[in-house]
């Protein structure tokens, strides 16, 4: 009796709480860092002119990890022209992390602080977001339990 009420707390705790958890994890460090750099229901994304800064973001597990901070001079680029950089990022750590772990989305593009911190504004991009503020991290901070709760709903966890 014993040993069947210590193997079912066993079964419990390593799927409904370490597996659970651990993909809850995964999935709400995704879904953070694509609201800070692309933009989803819980951010804004950074702003968009050349997609230097989007590209310059790494996701990193444990550590940060540095990534440019200058772009290369595009000669002949004009302000409203279209991004030149992908707009990609590289979920790879965050799908690989577990309890415990730290996961970092850093970006060393020196104008990003200014950009989120000193109220400048979007230059170009859709119509409705040029002139609107450009803060992308503090939104999600903001949301950081939302995202978690709706991490936590669609990997099925506390079912």
């Known amino acids: ?12 705790s390593e799927k409904d709480v370490l597996l659970l958890s651990t993909d809850t994890l995964q999935e709400a460090a995704q879904v953070a860092s694509e609201a800070v ?7 804004p994304g950074t702003p968009l002119d050349t997609g230097f800064l989007r590209a310059s973001f ?4 444990n550590a940060p990890e540095d990534g440019p901070s200058v772009p290369p001079a595009v000669p002949g680029r004009k302000d409203g022209d279209p991004p030149i950089y992908p707009a990609s990022l590289d979920m790879r750590a965050a799908e690989r992390a577990f309890l415990g772990d730290q996961i970092f989305c850093t970006t060393m ?8 911190n000193n109220g400048l504004t979007r230059r170009n991009g859709p119509p409705e977001n040029v002139g609107a503020s450009t803060e992308f991290v503090r939104p999600v901070e ?7 709760d709706d991490a936590a709903r669609r990997v099925g966890y506390g079912r």
């Open 1 to 12: 009796m014993l040993s069947e009420f210590t193997a079912s707390l066993r079964e419990f």
């Open 37 to 43: 750099v692309l933009g989803n229901a819980f951010g």
């Open 58 to 61: 790494r996701v990193s597990k």
């Open 109 to 116: 593009a020196v104008y990003a602080d200014p950009l989120e």
């Open 142 to 148: 903001a949301r950081w339990e939302q995202i978690v």
